[in-house]
Nanobody
Framework: QVQLVESGGGLVQPGGSLRLSCAAS????????MGWYRQAPGKQRDLVAT???????NYADSVKGRFTISRDNAKNTLYLQMSSLKPEDTAVYYC????????????WGQGTQVTVSS
């Protein structure tokens, strides 16, 4: 079992920055790839960025050049640095990870709200 807890969300003006964190606990040695997703009201949950255990990253086109995903394996923490934020970035942001030995499963955090508004 893996537990994920996000933090760092809040209200920010357009053009501003925020850094989200996702702290992992439990069977952390079994964690493989990790990622950030977001869900705006009335919309589906969409990919924001993913990162492999080796540090390879992948981003949604809408956030390329503005967001940076990273992980600190020593601290068991996933990050999402968000810059040049736009109102359309407003959503609940969720982190997830694949974890397990032999059989992997997907774990989700509870989400953190990001609101971009003047």
């Amino acid at each position: 079992q893996v537990q994920l807890v996000e933090s760092g969300g809040g209200l920010v003006q357009p053009g501003g920055s925020l850094r989200l964190s996702c702290a992992a606990s439990g069977s952390i040695r079994s964690i493989n790839n990790m990622g950030w997703y977001r869900q705006a009201p009335g919309k589906q949950r969409d990919l924001v960025a993913t990162i492999t255990t080796g540090g390879r990253t992948n981003y949604a086109d809408s956030v390329k050049g503005r967001f940076t995903i990273s992980r600190d394996n020593a601290k068991n923490t996933l990050y999402l640095q968000m810059s040049s934020l736009k109102p359309e970035d407003t959503a609940v942001y969720y982190c997830n990870c694949w974890a397990g030995v032999g059989v992997t499963r997907l774990y989700w955090g509870q989400g953190t709200q990001v609101t971009v508004s003047s």
